[in-house]
């Protein structure tokens, strides 16, 4: 009861602070305005525990500030073995900043009803939700989602609803909130905070026009980040059709975004149906090989001991990642983690009274009571 009472307070916290923000954004004109309403963002998310911001680190983390590092970039595997993703994260005071002015642009900004990402409430379960027993899935992805929103565009959309932001206080937001990319234009990072929730504010229009020309042709639609889902009992997909070519004008033509080939799927109701990784064909469901791997690391665990399942785990991750492993050779993934992590996933797809979940989070509770 305890425990429901601690979630009940910080909701109602939560919502208070949401109001403050709400009733500050309508004052908002200054950089001293929006330095305020960062710290209230701030106290909202830590507390007792938020450090305020001062002027100084403010002006330190913008773009126009000398001699700042303002980016740290970094490699981590893909889920395709053997290929790099590059993470741009900010310096911890941007960082900080950051955090704050997303739940500022949260609380300003409600998604679209399609965008399944990155929002309170939502996630790869609930969009894959909506695909359960369609005969027909079409699966894309954008390429370089982040580095295609610019400032520009950022800037261009705070100065319109639901933000009506004054210009310079745009131009500071949309300076804290993007870099010198790949190609020296000035986009979001793959590693900032507020760029999950500005992608989604970039795609509203994006998603008002795909979910108007899927319910034209009675489909479903969906889009988590860049992993864009249509579903339905018609097979409106193959190349050439009005449907494809009236989605790509949307997408390319008009939204500026570019659809990867390579990552472009139809899947059939004979087939596994997957949304986000969740397959769908009955009802959200994990991969067969996802509870076959649990099984096998927990296995390694029971039979041989900790240290050797590590050693296991570790060899085979290097192999599935060998550019990685050349570039980070003190890098020690660790079982246990990743182990509870994996539990973690298939107790939000399959619930958590699902029997294959209880059966293996009960052997992996013996396991870390017996270390």
Known sequence: MRLDRNILDREAAKNAVKCRISDLCGCLHTKKDLLKLINVALEGLYGEKASMVTMSQLDKSLKSSPNTVRYYRFLIPKKKKGELRTIDAPEPTLKYIQQGLNLVLQTI?????????????????????????QRFVYNIDLKDFFHTVTSGRLYNRLTTKPFNLDRKVAGIITDLCCYAGPEGKNVLPMGAPTSPTITNIICERM????????????LKYTRYADDITFSGMANVFDEGSHFIQSMRNIIENEEGFTINPEKTRLCHRGMRQEVTGVTVNEKENVPREY????????????????????????????????????????????????????????KMVKGETDATYKALNRRFNALRCDV
């Open 291 to 346: 509870a076959k791997q649990l099984r096998t690391m927990l296995h390694n665990w029971e039979m041989d001991g900790y240290d050797k399942a590590q050693a296991v785990f570790e060899h085979h991750y290097q192999a599935d990642n060998p550019r990685y492993a050349a570039t980070h050779s003190d890098f020690r993934p660790n079982l246990e983690s990743v182990v509870a992590g994996k539990l973690l996933y298939l």
């Open 109 to 133: 900004y409600s998604p679209h009803s399609a965008a399944m990402g990155f929002v309170s409430h939502r996630s790869v379960v609930t969009g894959a939700r909506m695909h359960i027993g």
């Open 207 to 218: 998603d008002i026009k795909l979910t108007r020309l899927a319910k034209a042709y009675g």
